[in-house]
């Protein structure tokens, strides 16, 4: 009878270790996802950013130069020149953000460094996704199937067993 217990244990921690290993992949999806949706982001964005940093440089540039003709009080032109330099470092910090997604992806597949791939993009929908299923049914799906969760619960059947055992 003993020996049938520590076998039912060995069995529950074998799917223990099971749920761990779906936790892992799932978060490895997770991250190719994430991964996938900033290098779409950062291809469809990118060019935009730079042009739209050339607009903030002329716009610099002709704020100096009316601060310099005295056209404008150098308080308001030095106000407008310091928001402008605050929008160009956030692009920048941006455009470096969004320049890295590509690579972490391609890391994520297990790409080579110097290898160069396309991303396939996706159409933009003006409609929001539909789900046929309820919300409520959705949630109670996710949470029965959590892997952290079935793990919780397979160490409380080995608990149990533990006081058959003993």
Known sequence: GLSYVRAQQKADEALGSM?????VANR???????????????????T????????????LDESRTLEKKGTTSPLTALTFQREL???R????????????AKRQLGALMNLRPDQDYQLVM???QSQPV??????????????????????VRYRQ?????????A
């Open 19 to 23: 749920e761990q290993r779906r936790k």
């Open 122 to 124: 996706p159409a933009r």
């Open 28 to 46: 490895i999806v997770e991250d190719v996802r994430t991964a996938y949706w900033r290098a779409v982001s950062a291809e469809r964005l990118l």
């Open 89 to 100: 470092a956030e692009l920048q910090r941006l455009q470096r953000d969004l320049v890295v």
């Open 130 to 151: 539909s789900f046929e299923t309820p919300v409520g049914d959705m949630l109670t799906s996710a949470l029965y199937h959590r892997p952290e969760l079935r793990e």
């Open 48 to 59: 935009k950013m730079h042009e739209l940093e050339g607009t903030v440089k002329v716009a």
């Open 157 to 165: 059947r080995v608990n149990r067993r533990e006081l058959d055992a």
């Open 85 to 87: 330099i605050q929008i």
